[in-house]
């Protein structure tokens, strides 16, 4: 529990934890990016003022326990689904806020068709895709999106193509549909990007207050235990090797 | 109440958007289609969410969304799109989400075919997905029931926050009968839903879960959920009985097969054969103790099932050897005709 | 008086040095401090070099850090 700490006599604060924020520790390993994307969704959910009507939806994988770090309302979704559980909210209740937040395995390979369908509807939510080229929670494997030659639990020689298929571009595939509004792709490896996500994120939230429809914005993050890397060098692994295959930037902006 | 000549799966729909039905969520597939076609034409203009899904498994998804959210939804399929929704069903179940389910069950295992047929019966009452659950089951035999039981299966879902399922056929799905449609719902007798993700104002946060980490935990949850099933196995148990008071022998059937038992009855009884018919209406709670007790009072209780055997099973467990039960089914999409299960009847009284 | 104050969140810290690394003034550093999780947990070895940038805490994955400017050099920020 955090506790509540008095303003130290002649200064202000000027940053602390949102809102939004519960006040239960994240459950991620030490320095895993996942930490740096929740805490900018909240941000982005205290800036428009969106938290009492505001639903997630909580993902299998590393995000599941999301909803004790959100004060909002929360649904756990089952692996792959959390865009149709999405939809049925969001058709429910239009003047909800939802969101989903889900990871490569989840959004890119048990749940492509999920994802494609509410994308292709233009599904009026928010996606935050979270792409750490791997299967964070289970112990390792191989992801949709681990990168050529990356050794993961399930391809410990590294990822052949030839047996293994090719990081899956999904963020590119969704951005040719005519559904989405807004399809970006975003890091967080360093304060730069961070300020960047964050401003994408806010648009994607406020897409969906405007009424625009499907916005997702991917992140590339980093999974330090797994991949077998100190926090510091994992960032850098994707500053140098994760986006010169998935490189940042807007894929599809309505505007 | 209105009388009109309604098709099953058409009569299923109405009723269902006159029990306050608010989100349809669908994947087309035979023998149902006139309910999704019938959907799609009279829900939106009646203040209702139509969406053609990608997926069953997307649909049943969107059904645990709008449930969670709490509205009236409902999602229908036959059995091969039943078998992809388990996954939803088990978390809806679980999460203690109110839903209708529709099965129109056809011939399988696999593609099978679109003719009729009960053999998911141990999937609709044993569990089907994974994990220690239950649904409602409901199973009418005629068109005018099946309307009934469809409000019957919203009240009892929001009741007991138990997913309800009404588990039927193609036979029943196409044919026309007159129905009496159920009055329209007054909204403010459905019961509120405390627990729906509606946005957090003026309240604690609300979380539709069927996770928790901790074995005590979900240990917990597991026993609100039995406790939920006694309930309603004390409460809810339905069926109906035909000429059972001086019966020697007892047909069992439901659904269909219910109904087509009930003109063996009267051709056995012209017949002067002491013949008499145990239907259940809920599968699950299955009628064990008031089956058990015709058991005592007959020599022989006759299952005829469009399966082989599966609510035999259930049969055995109430009559726990008080009278013989033979059995008698049909597979593939056969239904037998009066007639032949009359030969059935013969080889046991007479 | 320094221009800027970096407050930790102890039992949130878990030790990942991302802030230490992230920080323009070499602020931060691992204290001699272990919190309950068993985690090294940071602290402002330099504290007179803040200026309240919030960088560190930017960057952190776990929310541990808040963030104090010297009220005379916060004028006029937003």
Redesign the interface.
Known sequence: ???E?A??K?????????RA?SDA??T?????????IT?LVAEAIDELGI?????GI?PVGCA?FL?RF?????????HG?AC??????????P??VVFTYQGDGDLAAIGT??T??AANRGENITVIFVNNGIYGMTGGEMAPTTLPGQRTTTTPAGREPRLHGYPLKISEMLAQLDGPAYITRQA?F??PH??KAKRAILKAFRNQLDGKGFSLVEILSTC?TNWRM???EA?RWVAEEVTEVFPLGDLKDVG | MSRVLMRGNEAIAEAAIRSGL??Y?CYPITPQGEMVEYMARELPKRGG?F?Q???E???I???????????R?MTSSSSPGISLKQ??IS?IAM?RLPCVIVNMMRGGPGLGNIAPAQGDYFQATKGGGHGDYRLIVLAPSTVPEAAELVRLAFDLSDKYRVPAMLLADGMIGQMMEPVELPEPVDPDRIPPRPWA?????GRP???????DLEPEGLREMNLVLQETYREIERNEVRWEEVETGDAELLLVAYGTVGRIAKTVVRLAREEGLPVGLFRPITLWPFPYEPLRMLAEKVGTVLTVELSAGQMWEDVRLAVEGRAETPFYGELGGVVPSPKRILEEVRKYVG | ?PKG?V?V?K??C?????CI??CPFGVLDFSSEYNASG?RVVHMAHPEKCT?C??C???????A???????SS?RG?A
């Open positions: 529990m955090s506790v700490v303003v130290p002649g200064y202000t604060r000027v940053f602390s934890k949102p924020l520790g994240f991620y390993c030490p320095g895993c990016h996942h930490g740096i805490r938290l009492e009507r505001t639903v909580a599941v909803d959100f004060n909002c309302d929360f649904v756990q979704a089952a689904r149709a559980v999405a939809t049925g909210i969001k058709r429910a209740r003047d909800l068709a999920e494609v369908h967080v360093d304060h961070i300020v330090p100190s926090p510091a960032g | 608010k989100c969520f969410v969406l899904a990608e997926s498994v997307a649909a998804n969107m059904v645990y969304g709008a449930a969670a959210a709490g509205v939804t996954e939803g978390y999460a993700v509606t946005g957090a104002r946060k609300n979380v539709v879960s069927s996770f | 008086m104050l407050i969140d039992e949130r878990k030790g990942c040095g991302l690394e992230a985690y309240g919030a960088v805490a930017n960057v952190c994955p776990d929310v850090l808040e963030i104090y400017r010297e009220e916060v920020a």
